[in-house]
């Protein structure tokens, strides 16, 4: 017998009846829908729970497409795409008309870097879409860049970029994922299209105002444009929000480095390397910093360090090459501009210094050769040998640029911009070597591609005027780019001595001792200690009075983007390697 419940209430004693509450256990139909309960697992990544009521419910379900959908989906996280594949195939044969399928079919695919099938699903996805779908537009944008970058013809290639690129904008204007302006202001920047790139990244700044990867790519993009203290206060913010970010640290402290801060910048790349060591960029810039102060063996050590890191980095090459030709060690430095050469058959300052070596080492029929084939890349001609070149060149292929065979190299659209400096150079080598027509035509071709420059550097008119006045050449030649303040100090040199060639026009008598010279064979690389971040490789050519303090090649930690071999005037000196993460 169950027991009685009593209570006392007023002074008196009350039974109380006893209540059986029965509950039923719920009981779902055949039919029931029960998508919703697969949402709600699926979401909390319950994916045991999933794969449970799938099997449960999968051949007893009216409609099993989204229990097939979602099957993809799972099998696609656990890393079976050929699985996912099947799964989402059936769920599209079940509905044709279902936008999403196409999409994740499309992702599996790209994740399995069939990029051509994926790009074709993500056609057919925009053209059964009723509506803007910023997805579809990013992944088509990202699967035209991919398709461009395999392209051998150029033209196929800028036209699949230029599509990329109005698909992007595309997903910019409907939607907000942040790689999409990312990739977007990655093509302006290749396009040089600064000022609109920075526009694009501080809208995504809208979206996420501490991603410290866009607030890295805005401060190197105002470096492009030599706009220095927008970039360090950008920059600033970078490592305020992650004192850990390799990018921005390494930006950060080559504006200091290119603000002659030589210690403090050496203090950030210190913090990099306690985070990461093994980054040849930060070593190349840690060498060029030890320069700058004159330490030349240890900034050996370390551009050493950075090329055994990365063996094909052409600009650890080229700043070892001049550390070498600083220090005089003309055969190391030839080894170096030769590695160098192999990476860059279409640069007219390794060939200049090149010359420069071979004349120290007293191969003259090569140093001729090197010094022709810079002059003929400066021009963008096609070179070929002339009678006056090295007899010998195919055994020397590092002077040749090639495999020593008479063929031509055409440096045409591609070749760099007119560099005084290389004439004048090969001017004063001619001279030497008694090839006075020669030395006529280079020095002509210096005057002319000096009037490019807003302020010729002091060396440059020194020699210029010096040269003029042994060629005889009049005096109206070459008066509005030489100053007349030389003209008195070159009308004292009337013969030639073997001489010492000046690599550096400033504060190189403190760095090596100066023999007795006629020829000081010029390079404009005053400012060795200016630190830099850019991965587009683009290189000093225009030597205005703002690029002429930076002949040194500084290198950033993400070098994707194709080189590219022009500066503008008013572009940043600074090699500022900043790639976008894929």
């Known amino acids: 017998m169950e027991p009685i419940n009593e209570v006392i209430c007023n002074g008196r004693t009350i039974v109380l ?3 059986e509450v029965v509950k039923t256990i719920p009981t779902m139909s055949a039919g029931t829908n029960i998508d919703w309960l697969l949402h709600i697992y699926f979401a909390r990544r319950d994916f045991v729970r999933c794969k449970r009521l799938i099997e449960r419910e999968l051949y007893r379900h009216l409609n099993p497409e989204y229990l097939y959908f979602v099957k993809g989906l799972i099998d696609r996280e656990e890393g079976n795409n050929i699985e996912a594949l099947r799964n989402l195939q059936k769920a599209l044969d079940l509905n044709a008309k279902n936008i999403e399928i196409y999409k994740e079919i499309g992702k599996t695919l790209f994740s399995m870097g069939r990029y051509n099938q994926s790009l074709a699903i993500f056609r057919d996805a925009e053209e059964l879409s009723t509506r803007l779908d910023h997805e579809i537009f990013h992944f088509i944008g990202e699967l035209l860049l991919r398709s461009a970058a395999s392209r051998n013809e150029m033209e196929m290639a800028q036209k699949e970029e230029q599509e990329a690129k109005v698909y992007f904008q595309k997903a910019v204007q409907t939607g907000k994922k942040i790689e999409s302006f990312q990739r977007l202001a990655e093509i302006l920047r290749k396009e040089k299209q600064y000022h609109k790139a920075i526009e694009v ?20 993009l105002y470096l492009k444009l030599n706009e220095t203290q927008k970039a360090f206060d950008r920059l600033l913010e970078v490592i305020q929000f992650d004192r850990n970010c390799l990018r921005g640290l390494m930006a950060f402290g080559a504006i200091l480095q290119s603000r002659n801060d030589i210690d403090t910048a050496l203090g950030k790349y210190k ?6 060591s093994d980054i040849a960029e930060l070593w190349n810039n840690i060498g060029l910093c030890f320069f700058k102060k004159q330490k030349l063996i240890v900034g050996i ?3 050493r360090k950075a090329i055994w890191l990365s063996p094909l980095n052409y600009n650890a090459l080229y700043n070892l090459s001049l550390i070498y030709i600083t220090a005089q060690q003309y055969a190391s430095a030839f080894h170096t501009l030769a ?18 070596c071979l004349r120290k080492l007293e191969d003259f029929d090569n140093a001729y050769t090197a010094f022709e084939r810079a002059s003929s890349i400066s021009l963008g001609r096609s070179w070929k040998p002339t009678a006056g070149s090295a007899a010998n060149v195919g055994e020397n292929a590092a002077v040749a640029g090639h495999d020593g065979s008479s063929g031509s190299v055409d440096a045409g659209a591609g070749s760099q911009s007119r560099n005084p400096l290389i004439h004048l150079n090969f001017a004063l080598f001619c001279y030497e070597t008694g090839r006075l027509a020669m030395a006529n035509e280079q020095y002509n071709r210096f005057v002319s591609s000096a009037q490019d420059l807003v302020a010729l550097p002091t060396e440059y008119k020194y020699q210029g005027t010096k040269l003029k006045s042994l060629l005889k050449i009049s005096s109206s030649v070459g008066n509005h780019i030489l100053s007349p303040d030389t003209d008195a100090a070159a009308a004292a040199f009337n013969r030639i001595d073997e001489g010492e060639y000046l690599e550096n026009t400033n504060a190189s008598t403190a760095i090596r001792p100066q023999n007795n010279s006629l020829h000081n064979y010029v390079n404009d690389s005053q400012a060795y200690g200016s630190g830099v971040v850019d991965q587009t ?14 002949n040194y090649k500084y290198d950033y930690m993400e070098p994707n983007e194709s080189p590219s071999n022009e500066m503008g005037q008013n572009e940043m000196p600074l090699e500022v390697n900043a790639v976008v993460n894929n």
């Open 301 to 303: 050590s370390s551009l």
């Open 17 to 19: 009846p006893t209540l």
């Open 339 to 356: 590695a160098a050469i192999n990476l860059r058959k279409d640069n007219a300052d390794c060939y200049m210094l090149l010359g420069i």
């Open 271 to 276: 913090e990099i390397a306690a985070i990461q």
């Open 537 to 550: 490789a683009s290189r000093h050519q225009h030597h205005t009075a703002a690029t002429r303090d930076n």
């Open 201 to 220: 990244l501080e809208s995504c700044l809208l979206l996420s105002p501490e991603n410290t990867d866009v607030l890295t790519e805005i401060g190197i």
